[in-house]
Nanobody, 126 residues
């Protein structure tokens, strides 16, 4: 059974930083796109960042470029999201996601995803 387990969420002041981790298990993720989507109350789930498992090509939504960095440790089957200069608008439940294929379908509307984590809440106060 494939599992994606997020950790690292919490409460932080605007301008602060958090690092989210996603521990993936249950299969190898060769040929997968992996990353993060988020959902604020009353809004659709939206793409945040993605990384190709094999090559490490990265993708970001415009609102987080220059502030967030996605990375992965293939040996540990773990994906990270380093979030700096956090803003109140970043407040959301952040979900780890995985999708087979070479295209970044996480950025689709809605995100096209094979596996979801249960999410971790990030709250940014002003």
């Amino acid at each position: 059974q494939v599992q994606l387990v997020e950790s690292g969420g919490g409460l932080v002041q605007a301008g602060g930083s958090l690092r989210l981790s996603c521990a993936a298990s249950g299969r190898t993720f060769n040929g997968y796109m992996m990353g993060w989507c988020r959902q604020a109350p009353g809004k659709e789930r939206e793409f945040v960042a993605a990384i190709s498992w094999g090559v490490g090509r990265t993708y970001y939504t415009d609102s987080v470029k220059g502030r967030f960095t996605i990375s992965r440790d293939n040996a540990k089957n773990t994906v990270y999201l380093q979030m700096n200069s956090l803003k109140p608008d970043d407040t959301a439940v952040y979900y780890c996601a995985a999708k087979a294929g070479l295209l970044n379908m996480l950025q689709n509307t809605p995100p096209s995803v094979d596996y979801w984590g249960k999410g971790t809440l990030v709250t940014v106060s002003s």
